[in-house]
T-cell receptor, first 113, second 113 residues
């Protein structure tokens, strides 16, 4: 299976703390994306990092990518209760006419008020 | 503004009774995807359309079929649902090949009795 793995599987923190999630993948990539999924809902795209980028920021989100180690991390700073959700990394590989996503196993984040 | 719409949000069907899930989009995207997500697991790609060009994943069971009558609509047909097909079914769209994010609908939760 090409599926990536995420670590930790579950994370519980207090509001205001930072949350770090790690993702490892198996194949060469063009880019890697992070998605959030609230309980029982669809996924929402958070950030995309290309294979030639090492770090990217978006608001309270910071993503790093280490292609030599085939790993990525997502940092959420100053967490809020509303950040409670599952977070998935997704590696992108190209089919002949489009891109396909392979999702990691996900990290369930619980932020307590 | 709703961009990817899935109906119904909840569907209950009987074992072996055909069921159709629907997805529509207002983004005019070329690509539409169907994913299956079982409880506490990552979304798994079933198939996708690039315009009218259908692409089936190798491990998608024959029990699952899809139709895309026009750019806006895409249907997932399950010919003879089994208990193991109970899951959340997610529809997504993207512009096409390249570094593009996918836009997900809210999902349809299928229960098989």
């Amino acid at each position: 299976s090409q599926q990536g793995e995420e670590d930790p599987q579950a994370l519980s923190i207090q509001e205001g703390e930072n949350a770090t999630m790690n993702c490892s993948y198996k194949t060469s990539i063009n880019n890697l994306q992070w998605y959030r999924q609230n309980s029982g809902r669809g996924l929402v795209h958070l950030i995309l990092i290309r294979s030639n980028e090492r770090e990217k920021h978006s608001g309270r989100l910071r993503v790093t990518l280490d292609t030599s180690k085939k790993s990525s991390s997502l940092l959420i700073t100053a967490s809020r209760a509303a950040d409670t959700a599952s977070y998935f990394c997704a590696t992108v590989y190209q089919s002949y006419n489009t891109d396909k996503l392979i999702f990691g196993t996900g990290t369930r984040l619980q932020v307590f008020p | 503004d709703a961009m990817v719409i899935q109906n119904p949000r909840y569907q209950v069907t009987q074992f072996g009774k055909p069921v159709t899930l629907s997805c529509s989009q207002t983004l005019n995207h070329n690509v539409m995807y169907w994913y299956q997500q079982k409880s506490s697991q990552a979304p798994k790609l079933l198939f996708h359309y690039y315009d009218k060009d259908f692409n089936n994943e190798a491990d998608t069971p024959d029990n699952f079929q899809s139709r895309r009558p026009n750019t806006s609509f895409c249907f997932l047909d399950i010919r003879s649902p089994g208990l193991g097909d109970a899951a959340m079914y997610l529809c997504a769209t993207s512009k096409g090949s390249g570094a593009h994010e996918q836009y997900f609908g809210p999902g349809t939760r299928l229960t098989v009795t």
